[in-house]
């Protein structure tokens, strides 16, 4: 069964402490893996796709990166705007256009 | 300004009144899709559809109904609402054929007393 799973649950952070979320899948067929953010009570914001082993993405604070199995969002010395929760989903190739989601990372970064 | 509009935002009602929430998209996408959040489960999606009068089932479609009659809409119907289909339901959008990202909406909170 495809399968997506993201760890830990929660992360607290002081400001300028780096660490990294994980996303691990298992899926036939990747087409493409997709990092959101979501702040309460608003819909998830599109961050990053990446579509194969070894790719990597940037943008600001965050970064990341694609395996096999899994991917990785680091963060590099968050600060306290970074706090949400953090989703990744992946579509595969017998899904079509459809995406599977991760239950999420809840990130809290404290000044 | 390139949005997904969702409405109503927030709704309280009562078993078995109907009651429909309406989507609707600028971006001339071609993918749309619902989804309701419940905690603990993540995103789980409901219907979407690939194209007007296209549309599929997800993976939790059960006491739901949608129609695409139009390429910027896509509602979303609880014929008969119960109290398990209280939760955030999110409306999304995306380009087309090759994978993409997602638009989503602001988010409805339903909540079926």
């Known amino acids: 069964e495809d399968q997506v799973t993201q760890s830990p649950e929660a992360l607290r952070l002081q400001e300028g402490e780096s660490s990294s979320l994980n996303c691990s899948y298992t899926?036939?067929?990747?087409?493409?893996l997709f990092w959101y953010r979501q702040d309460p009570g608003k819909g998830p914001e599109f961050l990053f796709t990446?579509?194969?082993a070894g790719e990597e993405k940037e943008k600001e604070r965050l970064k990341a990166t694609l395996t096999k199995k899994e991917s990785f969002l680091h963060i590099t010395a968050p600060k306290p705007e970074d706090s949400a929760t953090y989703l990744c989903a992946v579509q595969a190739a017998n899904y079509g256009q459809n995406f599977v989601f991760g239950p999420g990372t809840r990130l809290s970064v404290l000044p | 300004e390139a949005q997904v509009t969702q409405n109503p935002r927030y709704l309280i009602t009562v078993t078995g009144k109907k009651l429909t929430v309406t989507c609707s998209q600028n971006?001339?996408?071609?993918?749309m899709s619902w989804y309701r959040q419940d905690p603990g489960l993540g995103l789980r999606q409901i219907y979407y559809s690939m194209n007007v009068e296209v549309t599929d089932k997800g993976d939790v479609p059960e006491g739901y109904k949608v129609s695409r009659k139009e390429k910027r809409n896509f509602p979303l119907i609880l014929e008969s609402p119960s109290p398990n289909q209280t939760s955030l339901y999110f409306c999304?959008?995306?380009?087309?054929?090759?994978?993409?990202?997602?638009?989503f909406g602001e988010g409805s909170r339903l909540t079926v007393l």
């Open positions: 990446l579509y194969s």
């Open positions: 999304a959008s995306s380009q087309g054929l090759t994978p993409g990202e997602l638009f």
């Open positions: 899926v036939s067929g990747l087409r493409g």
């Open positions: 971006m001339n996408h071609e993918y």
